[in-house]
């Protein structure tokens, strides 16, 4: 080619090159339009930012290769060199050639539509509760177990797992690739490590629903309880829970949510993986102040401290089981009384119930055989009139004590209220306790309170509780049920009852 007739600029288009970077370009546009409109007019996605990086991951490829594809058709082109494959032409004017086109044309479009759609349906697929608790990831089945009976059994994993953005889709895209090798090669924990150290903040997940200015108020409670007597005797405690921070006139105390008020920060060092054993706190008040606290029985240098994580507190230090609670036999079997699935009419069956869950099995399966048996034998051996007239009772009990381990405890995964303690509270497991004890002083010699009005206030208890004539400042000192003794001290709860038949031996 001369150089008195030199290529127009549109001849540079036209190669294989530049044709790809334009499809590139049109597909992406395409594909994010596409989301575009899904979130504007049907529903937003956690996972819409990584749809968004793929498209312009792609555009951009696309916007690279054009010039790329001109600059090497230039080259061609003043080199003399022939084209390595013949240009394709399509003339309009040609009927089978208009024919052609359009086959081409909507061929494109429909392929263009089903990627996207498929492409999303897929990505939608991945963050739904089944993939996480049934498709994938079967090693996680109890927490797919416990997520469907939980109060957040509507909110799907990925919006407290992930969240919204492209960052978190990557690191916990990486994380499951760990965790499915994991799974191939049979190496992951039993049970899974909790708490999750790489789980995304509270603030960006559990803060989305739940606001943190409004953690104020009050809130009644009422426990039902049953004694582990041979009448296995109904007991209730009726308390008011002291939710935020407000000081009133009538309710005085700073509440449980004086740890997240945004005036206040709470810091903490805990020298064991699941936060269970706090050896240091420092409180920053609003006022300006600042107090550290040392526990007296496992204190640490400064050399010490400085090696371990120094944790802000958050919604998931306490709230540790928001979407997994593993309940204790006491709790099961107390809701299963109270609901009349398992039968008052049988002697002991508190007793006996929690101490047949609470066995040594080492599968489901056994446990399914264990439970029967255990029953079976205790009433016919101990109560042998009760176990024949009563024998349906029994049958119907013993199912239901059968779903209370098969939904509660999994021996093959060892996941059960002993490896999962709940934070909320103090009687099953330290919660509260773990910072709020004798143990905890300062170098003033303050101690982290124990007071048990801080945060609550009992209204009354007993068999009836209907009536309620108390203090609104101090409310009633605590009696045990089992003895009738007033506990008005600080007490650990959990050094005798552990949620199962420990408290009995």
Same mark, same amino acid.
């Given at each position: 080619?001369?150089?008195?007739? #030199? #290529?127009?600029?549109?001849?540079?288009?036209?190669?294989?090159?530049?044709?790809?970077?334009?499809?590139?370009?049109?597909?992406?546009?395409?594909?994010?339009?596409?989301?575009?409109?899904?979130?504007?007019?049907?529903?937003?996605? #956690?996972?819409?930012?990584?749809?968004?990086?793929?498209?312009?991951?792609?555009?951009?490829?696309?916007? @690279?290769?054009?010039?790329?594809?001109?600059?090497?058709?230039?080259?061609?082109?003043?080199?003399?060199?022939?084209?390595?494959?013949?240009?394709?032409?399509?003339?309009?004017?040609?009927?089978?050639?208009?024919? @052609?086109?359009?086959?081409?044309?909507?061929?494109?479009?429909? &392929?263009? @539509?089903? !990627?996207?759609?498929?492409?999303?349906?897929?990505?939608?697929?991945?963050?739904?509760?089944?993939?996480?608790?049934?498709?994938?990831?079967?090693?996680?089945?109890?927490?797919?177990?416990?997520?469907?009976?939980?109060?957040?059994?509507?909110?799907?994993?990925?919006?407290?797992?992930?969240?919204?953005?492209?960052?978190?889709?990557?690191?916990?895209?990486?994380?499951?690739?760990?965790?499915? /090798?994991?799974?191939?090669?049979?190496?992951?924990?039993?049970?899974?490590?909790?708490?999750?150290?790489?789980?995304?903040?509270?603030?960006?997940?559990?803060?989305?629903?739940?606001?943190?200015?409004?953690?104020?108020?009050?809130?009644? &409670? @009422?426990?039902?309880?049953?004694?582990?007597?041979?009448?296995?005797?109904? *007991?209730?405690?009726?308390?008011?829970?002291?939710?935020?921070?407000?000081?009133?006139?009538?309710?005085?105390?700073?509440?449980?949510?004086?740890?997240?008020?945004?005036?206040?920060?709470?810091?903490?060092?805990?020298?064991?993986?699941?936060?269970?054993?706090?050896?240091?706190?420092?409180?920053?008040?609003?006022?300006?102040?600042?107090?550290?606290?040392?526990?007296?029985?496992?204190?640490?240098?400064?050399?010490?401290?400085?090696?371990?994580?120094?944790?802000?507190?958050?919604?998931?230090?306490?709230?540790?089981?928001?979407?997994?609670?593993? #309940?204790?036999?006491?709790?099961?079997?107390?809701?299963?009384?109270?609901?009349?699935?398992?039968?008052?009419?049988?002697?002991?069956?508190?007793?006996?119930?929690? +101490?047949?869950?609470?066995?040594?099995?080492?599968?489901?399966?056994?446990?399914?055989?264990?439970?029967?048996?255990?029953?079976?034998?205790?009433?016919?051996?101990?109560?042998?009139?009760?176990?024949?007239?009563?024998?349906?009772?029994?049958?119907?009990?013993?199912?239901?004590?059968?779903?209370?381990?098969? *939904?509660?405890?999994?021996?093959?995964?060892?996941?059960? /209220?002993?490896?999962?303690?709940?934070?909320?509270?103090?009687?099953?497991?330290?919660?509260?306790?773990?910072?709020?004890?004798?143990?905890? !002083?300062?170098?003033?010699?303050?101690?982290?309170?124990?007071?048990?009005?801080?945060?609550?206030?009992?209204?009354?208890?007993?068999?009836?509780?209907?009536?309620?004539?108390?203090?609104?400042? +101090?409310?009633?000192?605590?009696?045990?049920?089992?003895?009738?003794?007033?506990?008005?001290?600080?007490?650990?709860?959990?050094?005798?009852?552990?949620?199962?038949?420990?408290?009995?031996?």
């Amino acid at each position: 080619m001369s150089e008195s007739n #030199p #290529p127009t600029t549109g001849g540079y288009f036209r190669n294989w090159i530049t044709y790809a970077g334009g499809v590139l370009m049109l597909t992406a546009l395409m594909s994010g339009t596409f989301v575009f409109l899904q979130e504007l007019l049907i529903s937003s996605s #956690p996972y819409s930012g990584i749809l968004y990086a793929i498209s312009c991951l792609v555009l951009t490829t696309g916007f @690279v290769l054009v010039p790329i594809g001109m600059l090497w058709e230039r080259r061609r082109q003043r080199s003399g060199r022939q084209r390595p494959l013949t240009v394709f032409r399509i003339d309009l004017d040609n009927r089978e050639h208009r024919l @052609v086109a359009l086959a081409l044309l909507a061929s494109f479009a429909l &392929l263009v @539509v089903l !990627v996207g759609v498929g492409s999303y349906k897929s990505f939608r697929a991945t963050e739904s509760a089944q993939f996480c608790g049934q498709l994938c990831h079967t090693v996680m089945d109890p927490e797919w177990i416990r997520y469907n009976a939980s109060p957040h059994a509507r909110v799907a994993c990925a919006e407290c797992h992930i969240g919204e953005g492209a960052d978190w889709f990557v690191k916990s895209k990486l994380s499951g690739l760990r965790q499915i /090798w994991a799974v191939t090669v049979g190496s992951y924990d039993r049970p899974i490590p909790t708490p999750i150290h790489d789980l995304r903040p509270a603030r960006e997940t559990c803060e989305q629903c739940h606001w943190r200015r409004k953690f104020t108020g009050y809130k009644e &409670l @009422v426990r039902s309880y049953y004694l582990s007597d041979e009448d296995n005797t109904f *007991t209730q405690m009726r308390m008011l829970v002291k939710i935020g921070g407000e000081q009133s006139s009538i309710l005085k105390g700073s509440g449980i949510h004086y740890h997240m008020l945004i005036a206040n920060k709470v810091e903490y060092v805990a020298t064991d993986e699941k936060r269970q054993k706090i050896a240091w706190v420092r409180v920053r008040r609003a006022d300006g102040s600042v107090t550290e606290y040392n526990n007296s029985d496992d204190s640490l240098s400064e050399m010490e401290r400085s090696k371990l994580e120094t944790r802000t507190m958050d919604c998931m230090d306490c709230h540790n089981r928001p979407a997994h609670q593993f #309940p204790t036999p006491m709790h099961s079997v107390d809701a299963g009384l109270a609901d009349g699935s398992i039968a008052l009419t049988l002697p002991e069956i508190k007793l006996q119930a929690v +101490t047949a869950i609470d066995g040594d099995y080492e599968s489901t399966t056994q446990a399914m055989e264990g439970i029967a048996n255990y029953l079976h034998n205790y009433y016919k051996e101990e109560y042998p009139e009760v176990f024949e007239r009563k024998n349906a009772d029994l049958e119907r009990t013993i199912q239901s004590v059968q779903e209370i381990y098969h *939904t509660t405890v999994f021996p093959y995964m060892k996941a059960s /209220w002993k490896s999962y303690p709940s934070n909320i509270g103090h009687r099953d497991s330290p919660g509260c306790f773990r910072c709020h004890n004798d143990q905890m !002083v300062s170098d003033t010699g303050e101690k982290i309170s124990t007071d048990c009005t801080r945060c609550h206030l009992i209204l009354a208890q007993g068999q009836n509780t209907d009536n309620v004539n108390v203090n609104l400042e +101090t409310g009633l000192p605590f009696v045990h049920p089992e003895d009738g003794d007033t506990i008005t001290e600080y007490t650990n709860c959990s050094d005798c009852h552990t949620g199962g038949k420990d408290l009995y031996e």
